[in-house]
């Protein structure tokens, strides 16, 4: 992973020489999103940068059971099986801080803060984001900055004592986004950040930084966390709108050790993802969209299987995820409100996903098991795909559709005239990695002309967007 994270460390510099650079950052711990990233950056000879959440993975195991060091192995582990460059991977950790723990005192929160850090940097995680910005048990919910920053630099010193090696890790720092998990509020008052406040970001953790006695830690801090006015909720987008964002980006001409990481960057068209990249929002978050688009993919195999392989004792796959989300509702019912068909729509295809917190389950996996056997083989006629495989239509229908990157000896479709051919992860891996051309008028998750943006870890162009810059 060494030189991955040296040319990640130089983007700021790049785009200070006027060149137009930005990465992708894959937040899921999904196997499935996690190998369509890995293939699709290994098809490109690009790096791909993967990270985790505080909640997600910390040394307590968080909601997925792993530590830090279980997800490196996790991730190198499909890194090995699609054969993917080690040296193209980063790995990094996103919301470092006290979250998880806010409900207990400071003190106490930061104990465990301290503990994670330690666990990411000593596992070879290498782009750490320090956040700091939440109130623990009797603070207020917002922090003073310097309070933030003081924070932050005590957790970017464990880290430089953590690590092992000689790659140092790179840094993040501020916070402009919602907490881990989503927005909650309606989103017809988004604001960007100004332009000073991110000028005070950078000077109160530069300053605090050198009052730990390191300040050439502060040195390798690649970006600063900001709202350039991108967000999305459960049936709404907010889409960049570049004029909104001009004061900001401008920080970045005074500043130029720094650039701008965008979070929630799911589900924005491809326009709107070059435009970021341009302005110097060069660090894409992206996350529910991916598992979106899982769903998606494997809700439309599901459809298939009843016509191609009926079977009353099959499971159906929305129905045995409707039942395990009504029997533990607490990964979704307080992020959803409105009617019983409003919730019932919002349960399987809000824009939030948070139906991507149920793939675990016993009894889903056994579903999707299931449906993998039951379609075998079998080769899917253009016309299902049409329907319910919408966006492999095109590519299907003129022999574009292929699974790239498939390692050898593994079973995968070939497309064919008039079909395409079933097998297992190699049928959703392109509805995953992009499949047709956005619908006007339709909210795409993974809109064709952003593919490179999700999951290849690649450098977007304004000026040739189809050219991918190493």
């Not at 699609?82 to 950790?93: A, E, N, Q, Y």
């Not at 919602?178 to 991110?198: K, N, R, S």
Request: with cysteine; charged share 25%.
């Amino acid at each position: 992973m060494t030189g991955a994270t040296q040319r990640l460390s130089a983007i700021a510099a790049r785009r200070a020489a006027g060149e137009i650079v930005g990465i992708t950052s894959v937040c899921s711990a999904h196997p499935l999103v996690i190998e369509a990233a890995l293939v699709g950056g290994k098809r490109r000879n690009a790096d791909v940068l993967i990270e985790a959440t505080c909640n997600q993975v910390n040394q307590d195991g968080g909601y997925t059971g792993m530590t830090p060091g279980d997800f490196r192995d996790f991730v190198l582990g499909i890194a090995g099986t699609v054969g993917f460059d080690p040296g193209r991977l980063v790995l990094g950790g996103d919301h470092l801080g006290p979250n998880p723990w806010k409900h207990l005192p400071a003190d106490a929160a930061m104990d465990k803060a301290l503990a994670m850090i330690e666990s990411y940097a000593s596992a070879g995680f290498t782009k750490l984001h320090l956040d700091t910005s939440m109130g623990c048990a009797g603070e207020p919910v917002a922090l003073a900055d310097e309070t933030t920053a003081a924070r932050a630099a005590a957790l970017a010193e464990r880290a430089e004592a953590a690590v092992q090696g000689d790659v140092r890790p790179v840094y993040v720092v501020g916070t402009e986004v919602p907490i881990p998990g989503g927005a909650l509020e309606a989103l017809d008052h988004l604001e960007v950040t100004g332009a000073e406040a991110a000028r005070k970001t950078i000077d109160v953790h530069r300053r605090a930084f050198a009052d730990r006695g390191i300040a050439g830690a502060f040195e390798r801090a690649l970006a600063i966390v900001v709202q350039p006015g991108v967000e999305f909720g459960n049936a709404e987008v907010v889409v960049y709108r570049a004029e909104r964002a001009r004061e900001l980006s401008a920080v970045l001409a005074t500043e130029k050790r720094f650039v701008f990481e965008a979070h929630s960057t799911d589900y924005q068209p491809g326009e709107a993802l070059r435009a970021l990249v341009r302005d110097g929002f060069a660090i894409l978050k992206v996350g529910p969209a991916l598992t979106f688009a899982l769903r998606e993919a494997l809700y439309g195999l599901s459809e298939i299987a009843r016509i191609l392989a009926p079977d009353p004792a099959r499971p159906f796959l929305p129905e045995v995820m409707e039942a395990a989300m009504r029997a533990s509702p607490g990964d979704w019912r307080k992020y959803y409100s409105g009617s019983e068909a409003e919730l019932a729509m919002f349960r399987h295809c809000s824009l939030s996903d948070r139906i991507r917190y149920y793939w675990a389950d016993p009894t889903v996996r056994a579903a999707v098991d299931a449906l993998m056997a039951a379609l075998g083989g079998r080769e899917i006629p253009l016309p299902l795909v049409s329907q319910y495989l919408g966006r492999l239509h095109e590519g299907v229908a003129a022999g574009r559709a292929r699974a790239g990157g498939a390692r050898a000896g593994a079973r995968q479709y070939r497309p064919r005239p008039g079909g395409l051919r079933f097998r297992d992860r190699e049928c959703v891996r392109p509805v995953l990695q992009g499949g047709s051309a956005a619908r006007p008028g339709r909210i795409a998750p993974l809109p064709r002309v952003a593919e490179r943006a999700v999951f290849s870890g690649c450098r977007l162009s304004v000026r040739s967007p189809n050219r991918h810059l190493t």
